[in-house]
Each structure stands twice: as C-alpha cells, then as structure tokens.
C-alpha cells in the first residue's frame, strides 16, 4: 500500500520539476561576510591612497604646471612662458655644475652598501653580541636629521671631537677646517651621510639573507664550503634583487641630498647640491617657476638612471633550490 509520501515522492519525479533552493538565516549571513571580506581591502586603502594622492601626485602634477610658468610664489597670477625655464637651465653651466658634487655622495653610497652587506652577511650567522651590534649600526637612521647634522657640526668644528681625537693618538697635524677647506668639505659630509644611512642598507641586506631558507647553508656546510662560499654562491645570488633596490636608493638620494648639506653649511664653500640650488631659487630668488622646472630635471635625470639601470642588470627570479 502506497504511502503519501511515497506518491507525492514518485510524482515529483515524473514531472522532472527540482524545488527551488532557498538560503536560510546561515547562508544568507555567510553570503553577507564573503561580500564584506571582498569590500574590507579596499577601505582599508582608501586612507593611504587619498593620502599618497593629495601629498605626492597632486603636488608632481603642480610641479609641472608652475615649470613653465614665470610664477614667483607670491602673486595670484602665473605668466605662461612655455619652455623658457628649462632652456635657461640648459643654457646656464653653474645650475648642471653643482651635480659634481653628488660624486662625493655616488662614492660615500657604494662605500656604505660594501660596508652594510658585509656587516649583515657577518651577523646573520650565530656571531656573540649580534643583537646588540645589530642595533648600534641601526640606531643612526633612527635619529632625526637635524639632530645628526648639529651633532656632526661640534665633531666636525675646529678642537671638536674629530680634533681632539686626532690629537689624542699623536696625528694632530692632519687637523683642519673640516667644514671650510673646499677640499675637505664634501668630503666630510658625504662621511656623514654614509653613518647615518648605513643602518637602512643594513636592514634591508639582513632581512633578505634571513630569508634564505637554512637548509642551504646545511647543505653547503657538507659539500665543504666556507663562509666565502657561501657569501658568493649563496648569499649574494639570493639577495641580488634587494642589491639592485639599494642601488637605485643610491643613486636617487646621492642626486637629491639635502638636508645634511643644508644644515651644516648652508651650501657654502663648494658643498651646495642641485637640490639646496633648487631650494635657493625658490624660497631665496622667488624664482619658483624655474625651481620647479629643476626639480623637474632632476626628477627626469633619476628616472632615465633608474630606467638604464634596470636595462644593464635586470631583476630576475631568484631560484636558489
């Protein structure tokens, strides 16, 4: 005898009709969590994007309006005088001259990725006391700028620190003005520079070398090779793309260095960069329309190295299994 059930059942299936699926209080609630994980990401950016926006584009894209302009800073009206800004630049050798003195920082910048690469290839492995070395060569880039350059000022002030230190292990005759003989100056700040950024480079190479799993240095440990083998076929292979990086860092800040020249001597006696130039003619000279074409320069001149930089050694995928 037949069922109810079991002939609405065999019903159902003659007709081929399938009930429609309806979501209860729980799928429904999972539906609405998976649309908020999706929408979360993307609240979360709206801050630093507006940010990165109305502090760092908006102001490139005024840099270039005002280029080529008469502009002085101060009057409501900007005369439109085309490209007239960026031909006194090419046309005046005293405004390209000062980018001599970026040299003096290229050099103090190769001298202090040899120095942080070592230092973080000797500390990553199990060395006594390597925390607290560690944290005495980063500690410099953690210090305000300002405070750097007052302090470098009195090391560097005639019978200062650097004198008095000189003369205390009998090489007195090697003091001078540090700061004021031009033949010394760029290369006193350029040292400054090198201290305060080396913790940065540091950072980077020692994060990168950590990263490379254990089990390789176990397994060079038993084919026999030595903590040079190891820095050369192991090591610097893996870290070559944060090598790359820290080149183009380099090379930017050796070509933009500011605030250490401008504190310590304003610029004076041969020690003014293009970017303290550029600082003097618009704050100085009111010249803010050619300012701003320099800045532009020189934002070019960083592209086109960073852009051959990358074509001479290319970022490649880094396989070290």
């Given at each position: 005898m037949a069922t109810p059930t079991n002939t609405a059942s065999r019903v159902s299936g003659l007709s081929g009709a399938t009930p429609a699926r309806r979501?209860?209080?729980?799928?429904?609630?999972?539906?609405g969590l998976r649309r908020r994980k999706t929408i979360t990401p993307y609240l979360f950016l709206i801050a630093p994007v507006a940010l990165?926006?109305?502090?760092?584009?908006?102001?490139v894209v005024n840099m270039f309006g005002y280029s080529v302009t008469s502009w002085n800073g101060?009057?409501?009206?900007?005369?439109?005088?085309?490209?007239?800004?960026?031909?006194?630049?090419?046309?005046?050798?005293?405004?390209?001259?000062?980018?001599?003195?970026?040299?003096?920082y290229i050099g103090a910048s190769v001298i202090q990725i040899v120095l942080a690469l070592y230092f973080a290839t000797v500390l990553s492995f199990n060395v006594r006391f390597?925390?607290?070395?560690?944290?005495i060569i980063f500690f410099p880039?953690?210090?305000?700028?300002?405070?750097?350059?007052?302090?470098?000022?009195?090391?560097?002030?005639?019978?200062?620190?650097?004198?008095?230190?000189?003369?205390?292990?009998g090489l007195g005759d090697l003091s001078r003005q540090w700061l004021g003989d031009p033949g010394t100056i760029n290369y006193s700040l350029a040292g400054t520079s090198l201290w305060r950024y080396l913790g940065l480079n540091f950072v980077l190479f020692l994060g990168a070398i950590q990263s490379i799993p254990a089990q390789l240095y176990e397994a060079a440990e038993i084919d026999g090779a030595n903590r040079w083998h190891q820095f050369r076929f192991l090591i610097l292979?893996?870290?070559?793309?944060?090598?790359?990086?820290?080149?183009?860092?380099a090379i930017s800040g050796s070509l933009s260095v500011f605030e250490i020249p401008y504190i310590m001597t304003g610029g004076a006696n041969?020690?003014?960069?293009?970017?303290?130039?550029?600082?003097?003619?618009?704050f100085k000279a009111y010249k803010v329309g050619l300012a701003s074409a320099m800045a532009v320069v020189l934002l070019l001149i960083i592209l086109l190295i960073t852009w051959v930089q990358r074509r001479v050694v290319p970022d490649e995928k880094v396989n070290l299994s």
């Open positions: 979501l209860g209080p729980g799928g429904r609630r999972r539906q990165l926006v109305v502090f760092t584009y908006v102001p101060l009057s409501p009206s900007k005369e439109f005088i085309g490209a007239d800004n960026y031909i006194e630049i090419a046309t005046r050798p005293e405004l390209f001259g000062v980018l001599r003195v970026s040299l003096y390597r925390n607290f070395f560690k944290g880039y953690l210090i305000n700028g300002v405070a750097i350059a007052m302090v470098f000022l009195y090391f560097f002030e005639p019978g200062g620190t650097l004198d008095s230190t000189l003369n205390a292990i292979p893996g870290i070559r793309p944060i090598v790359g990086l820290s080149c183009i860092l041969g020690s003014e960069t293009f970017v303290t130039q550029t600082v003097f003619m618009a």
